[in-house]
């Protein structure tokens, strides 16, 4: 991972972790690189953001940035995340950029790139981007006069996006009532156009955004206020977003929570049913819970892993041609719709499915059984971090716990990437036990490593 970007863009504390300085800075760089390959003396970079205070700060300098090496800013305004990856490809622009922090409180914010295909930067761009920020790496020499870069409104973005959406699915959601939780960020119109325009009854909580409101309490983030909600407002079912709506948890008509777990397997079976069901695989990372993974084999669907992250779970569906994978937190990837994580589009094929098979949400979340898991994190020597199974003791600790579940729960260690800690987290079908053996584990590697 990078020294400026983490595993989703830049990210931290507006104004003092992430400057108006280092935004006007990641501009620049930012338009050199991701531009290079076009002839254009004017590239084009089209700019979204969500609904934080901050956000009209940093877009000021971020798009100055891209001004003064040429570059021309196409303004969308307040849009998702996965729409302004839809429109860099539907527009023909060369690069697109999202003002976001995501699921994080209003005082941090972050800056994401999309390249020209839509995608989320690979490694490799992003370390040359932060040559030019961090390494001193000189800059081009910059226009003026006619070569400076213009600021172009864009003003049939989120109406682009919103159609697009609404033909991913082939029915209409008439005699439905949708409850909606926007989480007050950047979803606050497109959800409620989309579903409304396919018909639905929609009712909406948290859709009245202030700058500092995003997330707060609400949205996929807080989903207890939905499912309130939906039992309260006697709903067929809701959905809640994350602050730049990449992501969606939905709860069913008695409130319910539906994972991301539950939602890709409902899709998945379904595609499966339909034929749709590419290479009969869905890729997940190590935290989903076992019972999704145990729900996938008892429909005959094949399953990869990998590591946490939604960057891996792309970068495994491009590389063997899947189709759809994600993870428990509600961020789905449909590489067939779209590029990144789409919290709408993923939220219209559940509705799709609901409305198309007759069948409750709840029954249809059935299919999986999730099992009880508990998480402990033990501080270790920080070299010891990634060496823990040469241990023979720590190894035959976490062997015996496996063999004794016998296939009906497992162990998983994860070393983490910022901190001297180790998290382990236990799976099974008893949580008294689980919770009890994963003390007696981290107890031992305690010991053994601390």
Do not use: W
Not at 62 to 87: Q, R
């Amino acid at each position: 991972m990078g020294r400026l970007f983490g595993t989703d863009g830049v990210r931290g504390i507006a104004n003092k972790e992430l400057t108006a300085e280092l935004a006007f800075k990641l501009g620049q760089a930012g338009a050199i690189v991701l531009t290079k390959a076009t002839n254009s003396k004017h590239p084009k970079i089209i700019v979204g953001k969500d609904t934080r205070v901050s956000g009209d700060m940093l877009e000021s300098a971020l798009v100055a940035g891209f001004l003064s090496v040429g570059a021309y800013a196409y303004i969308a305004g307040y849009i998702p995340t996965p729409a302004i990856a839809y429109l860099t490809r539907e527009y023909g622009m060369d690069a697109g950029v999202v003002i976001s922090a995501s699921h994080n409180s209003f005082e941090f914010n972050g800056i994401k790139f999309f390249s020209n295909e839509g995608y989320k930067l690979s490694d490799d761009i992003e370390n040359e981007i932060e040559e030019y920020i961090l390494d001193g790496k000189e800059l081009p020499e910059l226009p003026e006069g006619e070569g400076l870069g213009r600021i172009i409104t864009c003003q049939t973005g989120l109406r682009d996006y919103v159609n697009f959406a609404k033909r991913t699915v082939g029915c209409t959601f008439e005699g439905m009532k949708i409850a909606l939780d926007c989480a007050n960020g950047a979803s606050f119109e497109s959800s409620k156009l989309a579903f409304k325009e396919l018909g639905a009854q929609v009712v909406m909580i948290n859709n009245v955004p202030n700058g500092v409101n995003i997330n707060k309490d609400c949205g996929s983030t807080h989903i207890e206020g939905l499912k309130k909600f939906v039992v309260d407002q006697k709903c067929d079912l809701g959905f809640a977003y994350d602050g730049d709506a990449d992501r969606v948890l939905a709860v069913d008509e008695n409130g319910e929570l539906v994972d991301g777990d539950k939602m890709m397997a409902i899709c998945a079976i379904a595609f499966k049913e339909a034929g749709t069901l590419k290479n009969n695989t869905v890729v997940a990372t190590v935290m989903s819970n076992l019972g999704f993974f145990k729900a996938l084999e008892a429909n005959g669907i094949s399953y990869e892993m990998t590591k946490v992250g939604d960057r891996y779970v792309l970068e495994n569906m491009l590389k063997n041609g899947h189709i759809i994978g994600g993870e428990q937190s509600g961020h789905i990837i449909l590489t067939e719709i779209n590029t990144t994580g789409d919290g709408l589009v993923s939220s219209l094929q559940v509705a799709q499915i609901v409305k198309n098979t007759g069948k409750k949400l709840s029954e249809l979340a059935t299919t999986v059984k999730i099992l009880p898991q508990t998480l402990v994190n033990i501080k270790v020597k920080n070299e010891c971090k990634k060496t823990y199974m040469d241990d023979e003791v720590i190894k035959k600790a976490i062997e015996d716990i496996e063999k004794e579940f016998d296939s009906k729960g497992r162990v998983l260690i994860r070393p983490s990437g910022t901190e001297p800690l180790i998290r382990i987290m236990i799976e099974g079908e008893d949580q008294a036990v689980i919770e009890q053996k994963a003390k007696e584990l981290a107890k031992i590697m305690e010991e053994r490593l601390s």
